[in-house]
Nanobody, 124 residues
């Protein structure tokens, strides 16, 4: 049973930065891919970024490419999302998840375990 706990969300002004963390337990972290998704109020949850178990392969939604960076520390079983130049439209609950496989999928239905989410609010 894999457990994921996100942290690092908060309130930030437009143009600011935040780094989200996702602590994983209950599995062999370095063996499986991880992903970040987000859900804004009244909207569906959408893909943000994903990373392979080794960290060598990453994938980003077009809307965050060049703005967000996904990376991981396998020695600390932790996933990160560095978010720069934040905009009000980046406001959402951010979730980390794992498909418990090595491939960094973009589709939500490939993901088996999810964290509880962390709120990011960007003020204009």
């Amino acid at each position: 049973q894999v457990q994921l706990v996100e942290s690092g969300g908060g309130l930030v002004q437009a143009g600011g930065s935040l780094r989200l963390s996702c602590a994983a337990s209950g599995g062999t972290f370095s063996s499986y891919a991880m992903g970040w998704f987000r859900q804004a109020p009244g909207k569906e949850r959408t893909f943000v970024a994903s990373i392979s178990g080794s960290g060598r392969l990453t994938s980003y939604a077009d809307s965050v490419k060049g703005q967000f960076t996904i990376y991981r520390d396998n020695g600390k079983n932790t996933l990160f999302l560095q978010m720069n130049s934040l905009k009000p439209e980046d406001s959402a609950v951010y979730y980390c998840a794992t498909p418990v496989s090595s491939f960094p999928h973009r589709l939500q239905n490939e993901y088996e375990y999810w964290g509880q989410g962390t709120q990011v609010t960007v003020s204009s």
